[in-house]
């Protein structure tokens, strides 16, 4: 039999509860190659370092288990781009606890909404989030990567144009340890249509002009409630909401993004849902592209792989 190519790297944001190392489990009980986990609580400031043994645990986990690529979602609370000086001490005080983490766990990437810009200008508050960024990458020195979020432009978010991404990896002098992660739904929300072939092209030649593949390092995968331009960040499961199955059929057929690892965010109360919305991906994959990545998305939930751990 030929060996393929590549896994179809698809996974979702797997919950750590109990353990980070459970978090293999739970992913390859539906099938995950990827998975995007939380290192601490992604709604409070404080968290305990790291012990010894639960980085041990994680890392022998990980080895031994068929998910190979693992990413991190930073806290919802960091905001690098605010005006208030007591938001920007614990956000940067907090993203270097997140980094370290990453940096210890042996994880690659890191992914941060860049921010708010609140009252300030918008200009003033990217190159103040480059500037922090470099702060943090300064005291956390290794590999780990942060990579900015394309985001839909709620509020004042920054993120929602590729070009305030590229101000901010522009004024950086750390640009190695700078990537982007690219969310389906974010930018659908934020204008960038990516529902038929030419406005797919379109979209990714505007960030490949704008950004850069090379800085791609990550793709969100999830449909949007919200209409194209909405500027509304609510996610759907795929093919259900406002972008649609094409999106995905485009997306996932495209051999330019098959080594980047695609994590699912959509609305979930059990495992069970993103094992189905990974199947409608692969429902979407055609001849070709099984013929070259590897799929091991499971028809049902592999039970024992979760339960007796
Ligand atoms: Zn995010
Ligand atoms: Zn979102």
Known sequence: MKTKKHSLLLGAHISIAGGLEKAFFRGQSIGCTTIQIFTKSNRQWQCKPLTKSEIELFKKTWEQSPIKSVVV??????NLGSSNPEVITKSTRALKEELLRCSQLGIPYLILHPGSHGTSPKKNSLLQVAKLLDEVFQAVPGNSMILLETMAGQGSNLGAEFEELAEIYKASANKKRIGICFDTCHTFAAGYNTQ?????????????????????????????KKELGSRVDRHEHIGKGKLGKEAFRLLFNDERFFTIPKILETPKEELAEDLK???????????????VLDIKVPEKIVEERVSNR
């Open 196 to 224: 038929t072939k030419k406005t797919y092209e379109h979209t990714w030649q505007l960030f490949d002009t704008v950004l850069g593949f090379d800085l791609l390092k990550v793709i969100h995968v999830n449909d949007s």
């Open 277 to 291: 919305n990974m199947k409608e991906i692969v429902s979407l994959l055609d001849a070709d592209t099984k013929n």
């Open 73 to 78: 979602h930073a806290s919802y609370l960091i």
